[in-house]
């Protein structure tokens, strides 16, 4: 005997179930860190070399790979989602693993989410004692929280003489419209033509000069000759209002030799003269982008930074210093999208590069998707993306790289951003074109540059 036919009312009911779990699959959390789902380093303090120990291996998303500091000393790193989005996070997951000795891997942990900017209004979430076994652990987050960027500060490791870890993930989901974050630039990079105008002191003419204040994050820093309290003057490539600015004080060496106290002053047209105090900040012996935002915005155009105490060793030493204007840019340049609409070409000092290297380095993000999102609005329009260098290398070298240097562009905007390939050439013009003088720090920061010219 057939059975009866199920009422419709029945099947209307479990209709509807069926289709209401359609959503809740379609928002299962995903890792948001991770460099493949978007995910980037905003900031971190060092790393022990560019290649095996690089801090990006942190988000990379491979077991295979880890990350090292040079020393055993806390430190943190900043993580950015997609686009610089805000996100719902569920739950932070750590692998301590890598490949070196376990007394090496991190122990303590805390983790600090920002709704606002990477270098100021982090909230804590509790910190964490890790196992010091591989595995992915569970960061106790009591509940979800809204973030656009999050924080890991690595207070501690079991012992060893080097702080290591494998793997950080951030599960969750993106909130709101596709689009970037809060816009804000660091004015006191050397690829975008700020110079160190004078110092008291440096330990050396390389590893430790002063220079390496501007560099981008990575494997040097500054030391004075001594503990006594210096100064150090920086030129911003022009006149500009800022609204934050931010000193990481990790290095290589001791943490007692950290900078801990430094008071910042700002001038319009003396290098100097005309300072006005604008800040003093008091830093931890933590290797982290400790921020101060200014009452008021102020113009500036050279910065100084009095370095008065460090954590009670021998010598001054702070691994970055930045100059932040949180507009987005400084206020006499124009966006790349206002370049392109009216002249055709964009200059663009803002993609930054590992030295001697095509690798594209984290601060890079917020341009490249401003140069995306500039494709994505005209669908027609077609790139040449041109490499350019300063002179230091030679000819072949310089052409080899830039090369390669706008060959690292266009796959970030096609694998990243999904442009399509066939709209974007590149080529390298290396040394050959340049637009101002190799004889300075300054004026090879200036040369090292990508442009971009609108093909007809």
Known sequence: MLSPLPCPRILLIAV????????????QPTNLAASANGGSLVSFGGHYNESEWRAVNLIDGSAQSGWAAPNQFPQAVIIAFQNHRLARVEDVLINPYTRENANNWVKEVEVLVSQDHPFRSFR?????????????????????????????????????????????QVMGSLLGEAGSGPGYVNLAAAASGAAVESYSSQYNDADWAAANLLAEDGLGGWAGKNAESQEIVIALPESAQITDVAVNNYVRER?????????????????????????RLVMPPIGDLHGLRLETPV???????????????????????????????????????????????????????????AEILPESERVLQEIAQFMSQNP???????????????PEFNRELSSRRAESVKTWLVHQAGVDSQRLNTVGYGLEQPVADNSTEQGRAQNRRVELKVRR
Not at 142 to 154: G, H, M, S, T
Not at 343 to 350: D, K, L, M, P, S
Not at 380 to 394: A, K, P, R
Request: net charge neutral; glycine share 10%; proline share 4%.
């Open 16 to 27: 509807c179930l069926a289709f209401a779990w359609v959503p809740a699959l379609a928002q």
């Open 124 to 168: 804590s979430l509790g910190k964490f004692t890790l196992a010091n076994e591989g595995r992915n652990q569970l960061f106790p987050i009591q509940e979800p929280v809204q973030a656009r960027y999050l924080k890991v500060i690595f207070h501690s490791n079991y012992g060893g003489g080097y702080m290591e870890c494998g793997e950080i």
């Open 255 to 279: 943490s007692d030799n950290w900078a801990k106290e430094v008071e910042i002053a700002v001038s319009t047209s003396s290098p100097y003269k005309g300072f006005v105090p604008v800040g």
């Open 299 to 357: 113009t500036a155009r050279y910065v100084r930074f009095f370095f008065r105490s460090n954590h009670g060793g021998p010598y001054m030493e702070a691994g970055r210093v930045r100059v932040y204007s949180a507009s987005g840019d400084s206020p006499e340049k124009a966006s790349v999208a206002q370049q392109l609409e009216k002249t055709g070409r964009a200059v663009i000092h803002e993609i930054h590069f590992a030295t001697n290297s």
């Open 380 to 394: 027609t329009m077609q790139l040449m993306i041109e490499g350019h260098t300063d002179s230091v290398g030679g």
